[in-house]
């Protein structure tokens, strides 16, 4: 089992920087994948941005420029710096820790933690 635990939202100006957090515990694999999800109001969750254990990022399209996936894996925690905030980037962002194994992944989610961006 893995927990996950977010920090970091809030509420920003348009124009604004966030930084979210999210630290990992349990018995955690050496190869990993960890990544950030978000979800609007009415709109189904989708990917962010993820980083692998070894440090190569995946990036959606619309996170493109504004986004910064960085992971720090002594802390088990992986980072998600949003720059130039819109409020189209208001959504619940959660966490994802997919555990990789030989056989198959394992994914778990955290809570959620909202960021609400003001025009």
């Known amino acids: 089992q893995v927990q996950l635990v977010e ?20 018995s955690i ?3 990993n994948v960890m990544g950030w999800y978000r979800q609007a109001p009415g709109k189904q969750r989708e990917l962010v941005a993820s980083i692998t254990s070894g440090g190569s990022t995946n990036y959606a399209d619309s996170a493109k420029g504004r986004f ?14 949003i720059d130039s905030l819109k409020p189209e980037d208001t959504a619940v962002y959660y966490c994802n820790f997919k555990q990789i194994t030989v056989v ?10 909202q960021v609400t961006v003001s025009s």
């Open 7 to 26: 920090s970091g939202g809030g509420l920003v100006q348009a124009g604004g920087s966030l930084r979210l957090s999210c630290v990992a515990s349990g």
């Open 29 to 31: 694999s050496s190869r």
């Open 68 to 81: 910064t996936i960085s992971r720090d894996n002594a802390k088990n925690t992986v980072y998600l710096q």
């Open 104 to 113: 198959r992944s394992y994914d778990y989610w955290g809570q959620g933690t």
